[in-house]
């Protein structure tokens, strides 16, 4: 069955670097976009991050630019964010997903276009 599970997560200090990994078993990985959502306590859930299937792009919210990488390799079905320079405010289960669209041109922020979805892995960032 279609599996993406979450790895990685942890306890950091602020202004530390967390590496998420998320391995998927799924055969059409390489055709999808993949993106990071994360909810924290009493929150809606929020895009995070998303990389197109080829890898070629990549979009960030706001409040992570210039600080996570959302990267893929899809050789081994597998797609990483990199988080440095980390804030209380990153804290959340960070969730990892796949677009339900094949070779969409561009990738989208839109938690409903995302169609196959990982167990979540905790984030905690404390002060």
């Known amino acids: 069955q279609v599996q993406l599970v979450e790895s990685g997560g942890g306890l950091v200090q602020a202004g530390g670097s967390l590496r998420l990994s998320c391995a998927a078993s799924l055969r059409t990985f390489s055709n999808r976009a993949m993106g990071w959502f994360r909810q924290a306590p009493g929150k809606e859930r929020e895009f995070v991050a998303a990389i197109s299937w080829s890898g070629g792009s990549t979009s960030y919210t706001d409040s992570v630019k210039g600080r996570f990488t959302i990267s893929r390799d899809n050789a081994k079905n597998t797609v990483y964010l990199q988080m440095n320079s980390l804030k209380p405010e990153d804290t959340a289960v960070y969730y990892c997903?796949?677009?339900?669209?094949?070779?969409?041109?561009?990738?989208?922020?839109?938690?409903?276009?995302?169609?196959?979805w990982g167990q979540g892995t905790q984030v905690t960032v404390s002060s």
């Open positions: 997903a796949a677009d339900r669209i094949f070779m969409r041109s561009k990738v989208t922020a839109t938690s409903t276009e995302y169609s196959y």
